[in-house]
């Protein structure tokens, strides 16, 4: 029977973070997508303009085109053989040349991939994920790296609650136990099951909830605000089978599942 309550305290991650970079060097010239903004996959972040993609972009052209004239080489090599004329090292001579001139060509389409969208000097760089933007580093004009995180995109209908323990509570918690997480300036607590309880922390074990319940503004599909802003303290309530305690510094640690869409 449900006799007390275990009082935990802790921090809100994002379960679902998508860190966007441009891939290539370049200035940034627009950057539409704002703090907050709920986003589609596919939906234009910023643009950019990289004379690097761009040269990629020209290798890829000049590229096809000598892949193109390798394979009208090797098919004329080829009538020239069946008719009976010519030398074998022709043949073979063009029939290397036209696999060296393929190999090229994939290598290019793959990195020129790589560049993103757009043409030329432009880079258009899109949403890899639907969520909202919960950080955004660039700005117009701004030179960046092919490395630089630019903007980050999260899902805030699934958050991770790592909940401090006590160790002499741990041993009290389950795997799928309730937990009941409340935050300042959210109305309503939302209630998660146990996730799982793992010893990997510096300060002894955590256990790590996944919550369950529609984040604030969802339905309307607006985005969650600093409310459920990552690293955001908590208060959370488990229900025990024996007393209540608290007062001590925590040594363990409780992984719940965050906010649910």
Do not use: K, Y
């Amino acid at each position: 029977a449900i006799v007390g309550a275990l009082l935990l305290q802790g921090l809100l991650l994002l379960a679902r973070l998508a860190r966007v970079s441009a891939r290539v060097p370049g200035v940034v010239r627009t950057v539409p997508a704002e703090l907050g903004a709920v986003v589609r996959a596919g939906d234009l972040l910023l643009t950019l303009d990289s004379a690097a993609a761009a040269a990629t972009r020209a290798d890829l052209t000049a590229a096809a085109t000598r892949t193109a004239n390798a394979e009208v080489a090797l098919r004329r090599a080829r009538e020239v053989r069946a008719a009976g004329l010519g030398l074998p090292s022709d043949l073979e001579g063009a029939e290397t040349a036209a696999a060296a001139a393929r190999a090229e060509l994939a290598s290019l389409r793959a990195t020129s991939a790589m560049t993103g969208a757009g043409g030329g000097r432009l880079v258009r760089v899109l949403a890899p994920r639907a969520g909202v933007v919960v950080r955004r580093s660039a700005s117009v004009g701004q030179q960046v790296t092919a490395e630089e995180v630019l903007i980050e995109v999260a899902d805030p209908s699934r958050m991770w609650a790592i909940l401090d323990v006590l160790d002499a509570d741990a041993p009290r918690l389950a795997v799928g136990q309730s937990v009941t997480i409340a935050m300042d300036g959210v109305a309503a607590p939302f209630q998660a099951p146990l996730a799982w309880l793992s010893i990997t922390s510096p300060m002894g074990t955590h256990a790590v909830a996944q919550e369950g319940t529609t984040s604030p503004g969802a339905e309307q599909g607006r985005s969650c605000d600093d409310r459920l802003a990552p690293s955001r303290p908590i208060d959370s309530r488990s229900f025990v089978g024996d007393a209540r305690r608290h007062g001590d510094s925590p040594s363990r640690r409780a992984r719940a599942r965050g906010p649910r869409a």
